[in-house]
DNA sequence: GTAGGGTTAG
């Protein structure tokens, strides 16, 4: 054996004439050339040539082309390609196939690249993650995840790049947990990708504290996984945690980049703190082309009641995108410049990207809040013509708001049983504000009782139903009321006031006085209630549950805690920068009242944000006209 | 040739 194999290339030798390989076509070394170089047309042109000829060139060099196609975005181009490597009934090599399908993914032609995978002979990992991950990012989930069997079935083993992108496609948290099985079954689960799709999807699902568990099992964190628990903590509504793990992740030795400061900002929002946004808004300076951050830096200013500096943030946005203009919108509306944010509206139309759904919602919120019936119509009644956008419920929710703020209680009723689908709590609450600007008190009877069906726990419903019939001496009826809400305990959020002064904040919480300058506090109040009684202010008490004395009642009022913000705001302001004050609850009418009287007897501004807008008060009037 | 994190309302 060992004979014959020394004596073949001997055999060999006598068999083929001595003579050097025959050099390439001239034109594949050219070829070669240009896709090496990126002279894409030139390329292009060329392997039309080679078409004619009928030559074939190297994969490397096509697989250079393909990413020249995707480079110069080339549509046509990467197909023209991808009929040159099939001409002739070949089969492109596995490898070729697996770029063909990640240029269609690029260009956003899935169909494209799912009929390259349908035709592909053999695939592997690469190609079944190239498909799947293509699924996930246009949240065709379902397909996503039956392939990631299909591909099991087939033996082929799913690797690190398949499950971080695979994870996002759980729709449940038992398919998350299932899928997370896998994970620890293949060993992939200390890979830095896989495990910030794990923080992310547990927490979307709800569970920040396994999201909290798996990055605390992280020996080093990276800059992404840290961006996922802070963004997590931020959109979750834990926006301390998100501004905590921030300072952690600093002290960690990392820079903040966009997707942290985005994050600190939303978190910033979530808890109004001003004075921390324009701390982040020093950072933000180096990316001011980064869209999303900017958004959310507009939006910070905006929910955090500084009006002025948003507005110059929008206009020094060197790109809008459909959210910078829809939160600019909203903001005025918030702030109760109605009338900007239509002009604003109105030179989006002509200057701006298509409105979407949450544009509008914005535009109806401005014309319900300054009671402008005609042309809240009108634009309800022009989203389908003009935009071909399907008007949802919130619209519907504004669109009762509107009438009902309008006094066109009537309409507003007829507006809810016209509607294409089941009034929800949010629509009754609506009409139930309405009917107490408006005093209808049969009607507000109703509308609570929606409410109370639909929420039973529901507090201000339970006070406001007891005191409709109080007032109309139906004694029974409001003794069943206060029953029933003793017999379920409805417990009252408490009301919470704040104050950002230098980096601390003041918490107020109703009828507390245990802050540390409490007497100081009860004090100034006193003052502040002697001012303003002289200037007219009346205790409305309509705002608490008329079952007890006159005198209580007032007592109840005097220590809401936005008037001890007030209070506090009104000792501490240089008088130059207006009080800033947020609540969680909604401002009730009577501190409502007082704000307007404070701000004119002290000569100050007053800025209280509330769960639902801005109010600013200045010389006795509130921005909102008193219509909120 | 395949992968992870951030923005508007509710």
Redesign the pocket.
């Known amino acids: 054996m060992r004979a014959f194999a020394r004596r073949v290339p001997q055999l060999l030798h006598l068999a083929v004439p001595p003579s050097s390989p025959s050099p390439p076509h001239p034109l594949l070394t050219t070829f070669a050339g240009l896709c090496q170089r990126g002279a894409f047309s030139d390329a292009i042109a060329a392997m039309a040539s080679l078409d004619a000829l009928g030559l074939s060139a190297d994969s490397i060099s096509y ?1 250079n082309l393909i ?1 020249l196609c995707v480079r110069h975005r080339a549509v046509e181009q990467g197909r023209l390609v991808h009929l040159h490597l099939t001409s002739g009934c070949r089969a492109p090599e ?2 070729l196939c ?2 063909l399908m ?1 240029m269609y ?1 690029r260009f956003g032609l899935i169909d494209e690249a799912r009929q390259v995978f349908d035709a592909m002979p053999v695939r ?4 079944w ?2 498909m799947i ?1 293509a699924l ?2 246009l949240k065709l989930d379902e397909e996503a995840l039956r392939l990631l069997n299909s591909m099991q079935r087939e033996g082929i083993a799913p ?4 499950f ?2 695979v994870l ?1 496609a759980c729709p449940t948290s038992a398919s998350l947990r299932s899928i997370h099985g896998c994970i620890l079954k293949h060993g992939l689960e200390s ?7 794990l923080i ?1 999807v547990y927490s979307k699902f709800g569970d920040l504290d396994y999201g909290y568990r798996i990055f605390n099992e992280t020996a080093t964190p ?7 628990l802070i ?2 903590f ?2 979750g509504g834990d926006g301390y945690m998100a501004i905590n793990l921030f300072t952690q992740m600093k002290k960690a030795g990392f820079f903040a ?7 600190v900002l ?1 978190a910033c ?1 979530g808890m109004v703190l001003l004075e921390m946004g324009r701390q982040v808004h020093v950072h933000v300076l180096k ?1 001011n082309r ?4 900017s ?2 830096l507009l ?1 910070m200013y905006c ?1 955090c009641g500084d009006l002025e500096e948003a507005h110059e943030v929008f206009c020094r946005m060197p790109e809008k ?4 203009w ?2 600019m919108i ?1 903001g005025l509306a918030q702030h109760g410049r109605s009338s900007d944010a239509l002009t604003l509206f109105e030179s989006m139309k002509v200057f701006g990207p298509k409105p ?4 509008i ?2 535009v109806l ?1 401005a014309c319900s809040h300054a009671g402008l019936l005609e042309d809240g119509w009108l634009y309800f009644r022009s989203m389908r013509q003009l935009w071909d956008i399907e008007p949802g419920r ?1 619209h519907y ?1 504004c669109m009762v708001d509107l009438l009902g703020r309008a006094g066109k209680l009537d309409e507003a009723v007829k507006f809810i049983a016209d509607m294409n689908f089941e009034p929800d709590i ?1 629509i009754w609450r609506t009409l139930l504000g309405a009917c107490r600007v408006h005093k209808n008190a049969n009607l507000a009877a109703y509308a609570a009782n929606q409410v109370l069906r639909l929420e039973p726990e529901d507090e201000g419903s339970h006070i406001l139903l007891s005191n409709i019939y109080a007032d109309s001496h139906q004694w029974t009826e409001a003794e069943q009321v206060r029953m029933s809400m003793r017999d379920r305990r409805v417990k009252k959020e408490p009301g919470r006031s704040w104050i950002e002064l230098g980096k601390i904040i003041h918490v107020f919480v109703a009828g507390d006085m245990s802050h540390p300058q409490a007497d100081g506090i009860a004090k100034e109040l006193s003052k502040l209630l002697r001012r303003t009684t002289t200037l007219g202010y009346i205790p409305d008490t309509d705002f608490v549950l008329h079952d007890v004395g006159e005198e209580q009642k007032e007592e109840s009022l005097r220590y809401h805690s936005e008037k001890l913000a007030i209070a506090f705001g009104v000792m501490n302001s240089s008088g130059v920068k207006p009080i800033r004050i947020m609540k969680n609850l909604r401002i009730c009418g009577d501190c409502h009242a007082f704000a307007k009287l404070v701000a004119k007897s002290e000569r100050v501004t007053i800025i209280i944000r509330d769960h639902v807008r801005f109010h600013h008060f200045k010389d006795g009037v509130c921005s909102c006209g008193d219509y909120w």
């Open positions: 697989s990413k596995l490898f697996n770029s990640g993914v592997n990992v690469v190609s993650t190239t991950s996930t990012n690797n690190m790049y398949t971080s992108s996002r890979d830095a990708f896989v495990r910030s799709s992310d990276d800059l992404v996984v840290w961006n996922s963004g997590c931020a959109q980049d966009q997707s942290t400061l985005t994050s939303r929002t990316y980064d869209l999303i951050l958004n959310a939006d929910k995108d459909v959210i910078s829809s939160t909203s979407n759904h949450i544009t919602l914005g919120f919130e929710g949010v």
